[in-house]
T-cell receptor, first 113, second 119 residues
């Protein structure tokens, strides 16, 4: 079965640079979520989109923005990167009526030097 | 606000032992969903099981079983006859009913339990 696809899988950036992470949800899934997981931490919710509209927002820094496109893929844009942004970034998708089950992609490991 | 507590941080067992992972949650909603996810050393988050707030029936699925008790706000997860491949971090998570029509809700995770299964 098709899973959530994230690219790139690994990304190394310098401080103050920008980064763009991409997520392709499971086909027919209508909701996309972004989570950030720091080393040794639990995943923290950043933002979600339902049918291409922002549906919820968590502890996402103002330096980050995200959107969902007409083909349902989503991008997380991160600017003025800081050392503390180094983390594993997960995208998940779900389908309305599927009891809120979120299926996660493999994650993008971002390292800021 | 919703909260998930996993009091155990690390558990070590010998292969073939049964192991139970504890989870306690807090929510003001009457409709919610509870989940267990597994994060092996490779890093991905793998969905294991889901239970909604209206269904307290406990089930067994292969070597996995779970015990959901609303009276104590607990959602414990048991692995029977553990195997080395079960070594991972296990997260309990809570999702409240979406506030937007048709939109599912964010997950709130516990801190995770690191399970080590020794041969």
């Amino acid at each position: 079965a098709a899973g959530v696809i994230q690219s790139p899988r690994h990304l190394i950036k310098e401080k103050r640079e920008t980064a763009t992470l991409k997520c392709y949800p499971i086909p027919r899934h209508d909701t996309v979520y972004w989570y950030q997981q720091g080393p040794g931490q639990d995943p923290q919710f950043l933002i979600s989109f339902y049918e291409k509209m922002q549906s919820d927002k968590g502890s996402i820094p103002d330096r980050f923005s995200a959107q969902q496109f007409s083909d349902y893929h989503s991008e997380l844009n991160m600017s003025s990167l800081e050392l503390g942004d180094s983390a594993l970034y997960f995208c998940a998708s779900s389908l309305e009526g599927d009891s809120d089950t979120q299926y996660f992609g493999p994650g993008t490991r971002l390292t800021v030097l | 606000a919703q909260k998930v507590t996993q009091a155990q941080t690390e558990i070590s067992v010998v292969e073939k032992e049964d192991v139970t992972l504890d989870c306690v949650y807090e929510t003001r909603d009457t409709t919610y969903y509870l989940f267990w996810y597994k994060q092996p050393p490779s890093g991905e988050l793998v969905f294991l099981i889901r239970r909604n707030s209206f269904d307290e029936q406990n089930e067994i699925s292969g070597r996995y079983s779970w015990n959901f008790q609303k009276s104590t706000s607990s959602f414990n997860f048991t692995i029977t006859a553990s195997q080395v491949v079960d070594s991972a971090v296990y997260f309990c998570a809570l999702s409240e009913a979406g506030i937007y029509t048709g939109a599912n809700s964010k997950l709130t995770f516990g801190k995770g339990i690191t399970l080590s299964v020794r041969p």
